[in-house]
Structure formats: C-alpha cells, structure tokens
C-alpha cells in the first residue's frame, strides 16, 4: 500500500529506442527490472494510424495474465491470452470481456524514441 502511494508523488521517465522497428499494427514489450521483484512490463502499441499508446501489460483481470505482443486483433486491439479479453489501446477499456480498465502512461515519440511517464 505504501508502495502505491509513493508511486503518486514520484514520476519516472524512461526512453525506449529504437521506436520505428515498432510496425503500425504492432505491439512490444518493454522490462522495467524483473516483474516478480516488483518491476513492470509495458506494452507499446503502434496503431495503424502511427499513434503510439503504452499501458501495463498486466491485465487487470487479477490472474497474472499478460497483454501479448505482436500484431494487434484486427489492426487495433491488445489481447489478454488467459480468457481472450481484448482492450483498446487509445482508451485502455476492455472491447470483449468483462474487466476493469488497464492502466496506461503517457508517451511521446522524438527522435527515433519513445518518451514514456511512468
């Protein structure tokens, strides 16, 4: 509980490079230090449209199920493997299935990189 708390008053920013190997319809992710020791793992998605969106690739359904990378279902939504749940990028909200919303974080593209808040 205090961890998610002094999360609220701290921001981090990272940069990710290498942002144009991420294809249009695509999904990656990104390791911030080992999930099981209390990391996280992001996901970013390149819409078909070229908008990047980046979010927790932990689905919020609370099963330890994680977002896959790759192509995106039908050129525009992430998908959770364990119940086959499908979020929209742009919104986080579940479009198939029944979860709560995923957390996502601000991020920008410049220079060849991506600029992420966490």
């Known amino acids: 509980m205090l961890r998610r708390l002094l999360r609220l008053f701290q921001r981090s920013h990272i940069v990710v490079p290498n942002a144009a190997e991420l294809e249009p319809g695509t999904a990656r992710t990104i390791k911030l230090g080992e999930v099981h020791e209390g990391g996280t793992e992001l996901l970013i998605c390149r819409m078909p449209d070229g908008r990047v969106h980046a979010m927790d690739s932990e689905c919020p359904h609370g099963h330890g199920g994680r977002l896959m990378p790759g192509p995106l279902v039908d050129g525009r939504y992430v998908e959770c493997p364990m119940h086959n749940f499908h979020f ?31």
Do not use: M, N, Y
């Open 88 to 118: 929209d990028p742009k919104s986080g909200r579940v479009e198939r299935g029944v979860c709560p919303s995923l957390r996502r974080f601000a991020i920008r593209e410049q220079d060849g990189e991506f600029h992420i808040s966490i």
